[in-house]
């Protein structure tokens, strides 16, 4: 099959416009499901946590629930469902499903942050007459906040690399883009492997500034 194949380089810099529109749309869905996903998951997060059982039984049903469903399963479910309900879009469906995906993830990420906080330093702050609220808010988050950074930075490049699958509900992103060229063009090879360089270029950049955060928030607690 490929011994036949002859390669054709020249449709990448004929629709390098196309490839850069789509990698601009991936970033913007990715960057907007983000923003949405973070109170869902500071929400849910504290609910995991919560002394009310009911809270809590809510909280960890769906943290479950989102993260043993497939996210193409919840696309679908979005965009065919609540989609045709509430009018949505498939732009908007796919920002929607993202975040509220993406949204268990990150609520575990901050549970964990603030359970690795240790107990004694909010009994120490009660005892030096703090309210619940002040304690949290003066002592446990600001330690738990450093500590969910790097793992909350880093979901956002499984969140790009997730989005990917908002081409199957018509979602315009940098792979739909690339299936029409493929389907124009019928150079698949070719789409689909500097479409793979680009998603690496977008989540190695990432990488490499959570690390530079990573090592300026050890440098201040040095």
Do not use: C, H
Request: aromatic share 12%; proline share 3%; hydrophobic share 55%.
């Amino acid at each position: 099959m490929f011994n036949n194949y002859e390669f054709d380089w020249s449709v990448i810099p004929d629709n390098i416009d196309v490839f850069l529109e789509g990698a601009l749309l991936t970033l913007e869905i990715s960057a907007i499901s983000l923003l949405l996903s973070l109170p869902i998951g500071i929400i849910f997060g504290f609910g995991r946590i919560s002394r009310n059982i009911g809270v809590r039984l809510i909280a960890s049903t769906y943290v479950e629930i989102m993260r043993g469903v497939p996210l193409l399963v919840l696309l679908m479910f979005v965009y065919f469902g609540l989609g045709a309900i509430f009018g949505l879009s498939s732009y908007w469906s796919a920002i929607v499903s993202l975040a509220v995906f993406e949204g268990a993830f990150l609520a575990e990420i901050f549970r964990s942050g603030i359970q690795s906080v240790p107990k004694g330093q909010m009994e120490a702050a009660r005892s030096s007459g703090m309210s619940n609220f002040q304690a949290m808010r003066y002592i446990i988050l600001p330690q738990a906040i450093r500590r969910t950074l790097p793992p909350a930075a880093s979901q956002f490049i499984m969140l790009i690399k997730d989005s990917s699958l908002v081409s199957v509900i018509a979602g315009v992103d940098l792979t739909l883009k690339a299936k029409n060229l493929v389907s124009s063009s019928f150079r698949a090879l070719e789409i689909w492997a500097f479409v793979a360089v680009i998603y690496f270029i977008m989540t190695f950049s990432l990488s490499l500034l959570i690390r530079y955060f990573e090592k300026r928030m050890l440098k201040n607690e040095q």
